[in-house]
Protein backbone atom coordinates (compact mmCIF):
# COMPACT_ATOMS: atom_id res chain seq x y z
CA UNK A 1 0.00 0.00 0.00
CA UNK A 2 1.57 2.86 -1.23
CA UNK A 3 -0.52 5.52 0.25
CA UNK A 4 0.09 7.35 4.08
CA UNK A 5 -2.79 6.99 6.59
CA UNK A 6 -4.86 10.63 6.98
CA UNK A 7 -3.85 10.63 10.73
CA UNK A 8 -0.41 8.71 10.50
CA UNK A 9 0.56 9.66 14.55
CA UNK A 10 -2.49 8.39 15.60
CA UNK A 11 -2.40 5.26 13.25
CA UNK A 12 0.75 4.51 14.45
CA UNK A 13 -0.28 4.81 17.79
CA UNK A 14 -3.74 2.57 17.49
CA UNK A 15 -1.85 -0.41 15.94
CA UNK A 16 0.89 0.03 18.85
CA UNK A 17 -1.70 -0.29 21.10
CA UNK A 18 -4.03 -2.58 19.77
CA UNK A 19 -0.94 -5.07 19.62
CA UNK A 20 -0.35 -4.58 23.64
CA UNK A 21 -4.10 -5.09 24.33
CA UNK A 22 -4.03 -8.16 22.31
CA UNK A 23 -0.85 -9.21 24.25
CA UNK A 24 -2.93 -8.17 27.32
CA UNK A 25 -5.68 -10.57 26.49
CA UNK A 26 -3.35 -13.13 25.32
CA UNK A 27 -2.24 -13.12 28.86
CA UNK A 28 -5.53 -13.55 30.59
CA UNK A 29 -6.74 -16.29 28.20
CA UNK A 30 -3.60 -18.37 28.64
CA UNK A 31 -4.10 -18.04 32.19
CA UNK A 32 -7.60 -18.78 32.44
CA UNK A 33 -7.24 -22.23 30.19
CA UNK A 34 -4.07 -23.00 32.24
CA UNK A 35 -5.33 -22.52 35.36
CA UNK A 36 -8.96 -23.79 34.55
CA UNK A 37 -10.81 -20.85 35.85
CA UNK A 38 -13.95 -20.45 33.59
CA UNK A 39 -15.54 -17.13 34.92
CA UNK A 40 -14.39 -14.07 36.42
CA UNK A 41 -11.00 -14.85 38.50
CA UNK A 42 -11.91 -17.56 40.66
CA UNK A 43 -10.50 -16.51 43.30
CA UNK A 44 -6.66 -16.43 42.04
CA UNK A 45 -4.75 -13.38 42.97
CA UNK A 46 -2.69 -13.89 39.52
CA UNK A 47 -6.00 -14.31 37.60
CA UNK A 48 -7.34 -10.71 39.08
CA UNK A 49 -3.85 -9.26 38.63
CA UNK A 50 -4.21 -9.67 34.88
CA UNK A 51 -7.91 -9.33 34.54
CA UNK A 52 -6.87 -5.94 36.20
CA UNK A 53 -4.00 -4.48 33.69
CA UNK A 54 -6.09 -6.08 30.43
CA UNK A 55 -9.54 -3.77 31.83
CA UNK A 56 -7.07 -0.25 32.80
CA UNK A 57 -5.88 -0.78 29.02
CA UNK A 58 -9.45 -1.19 27.82
CA UNK A 59 -10.00 1.70 30.02
CA UNK A 60 -7.32 4.12 28.89
CA UNK A 61 -6.26 3.43 25.50
CA UNK A 62 -9.58 4.38 23.70
CA UNK A 63 -9.87 7.25 25.04
CA UNK A 64 -6.07 8.58 24.76
CA UNK A 65 -6.50 7.19 20.82
CA UNK A 66 -9.76 9.53 20.45
CA UNK A 67 -8.54 12.51 21.66
CA UNK A 68 -4.89 11.96 19.29
CA UNK A 69 -6.91 11.49 16.27
CA UNK A 70 -9.39 14.73 17.23
CA UNK A 71 -5.98 16.86 18.15
CA UNK A 72 -4.08 15.33 15.05
CA UNK A 73 -7.58 16.06 12.42
CA UNK A 74 -7.92 19.09 13.88
CA UNK A 75 -4.19 20.40 13.15
CA UNK A 76 -2.12 19.62 16.06
CA UNK A 77 1.48 19.54 15.11
CA UNK A 78 2.81 15.69 14.42
CA UNK A 79 5.89 17.00 16.04
CA UNK A 80 4.33 17.17 19.36
CA UNK A 81 1.49 14.25 18.93
CA UNK A 82 3.97 11.89 17.98
CA UNK A 83 6.61 12.12 21.35
CA UNK A 84 2.94 12.09 23.49
CA UNK A 85 1.90 9.09 21.22
CA UNK A 86 5.39 7.37 21.93
CA UNK A 87 4.86 8.56 25.50
CA UNK A 88 1.55 7.19 26.13
CA UNK A 89 2.68 3.68 24.48
CA UNK A 90 5.74 3.70 26.55
CA UNK A 91 4.09 4.44 29.75
CA UNK A 92 1.35 1.53 28.82
CA UNK A 93 3.74 -1.19 27.87
CA UNK A 94 5.71 -0.09 31.54
CA UNK A 95 1.99 -0.31 33.08
CA UNK A 96 1.19 -3.38 31.14
CA UNK A 97 4.38 -5.34 31.97
CA UNK A 98 3.73 -5.06 35.97
CA UNK A 99 0.34 -6.65 35.67
CA UNK A 100 1.43 -9.43 32.87
CA UNK A 101 4.41 -10.35 34.72
CA UNK A 102 4.93 -11.73 38.22
CA UNK A 103 7.17 -10.10 40.72
CA UNK A 104 8.24 -6.87 38.61
CA UNK A 105 8.30 -4.28 41.19
CA UNK A 106 5.49 -2.06 41.83
CA UNK A 107 7.13 1.30 40.13
CA UNK A 108 6.44 -0.42 36.73
CA UNK A 109 2.78 -0.09 37.58
CA UNK A 110 3.22 3.72 39.13
CA UNK A 111 5.62 5.38 36.63
CA UNK A 112 3.53 3.75 33.91
CA UNK A 113 0.16 5.63 34.36
CA UNK A 114 2.25 8.41 35.69
CA UNK A 115 3.73 8.76 32.13
CA UNK A 116 -0.16 7.57 30.65
CA UNK A 117 -1.79 10.38 32.80
CA UNK A 118 0.66 13.20 31.62
CA UNK A 119 0.86 11.92 28.25
CA UNK A 120 -3.45 12.66 28.04
CA UNK A 121 -2.74 15.75 29.64
CA UNK A 122 -0.50 16.70 26.73
CA UNK A 123 -2.95 15.15 24.26
CA UNK A 124 -5.82 16.97 25.88
CA UNK A 125 -4.43 20.27 25.59
CA UNK A 126 -3.22 19.19 22.15
CA UNK A 127 -6.75 18.91 20.98
CA UNK A 128 -8.18 21.97 22.99
CA UNK A 129 -5.11 24.40 21.50
CA UNK A 130 -6.03 23.10 17.77
CA UNK A 131 -9.55 24.17 18.45
CA UNK A 132 -9.39 27.19 19.95
CA UNK A 133 -6.38 28.24 17.60
Do not use: C
Not at 36 to 49: H, N, P, S, T
Amino acid sequence: MDTIPALPVSSAAALANGALYLLLTMSVILYRRSEKIVLGDGGDRVMLKRIRGQANAAEQIPVFLIVLALAEAAGAPGTLLAPVAAAFTLGRVSHAAYFAQSGLHWRFRFYGMLVTVLAQGVALLALATALLG
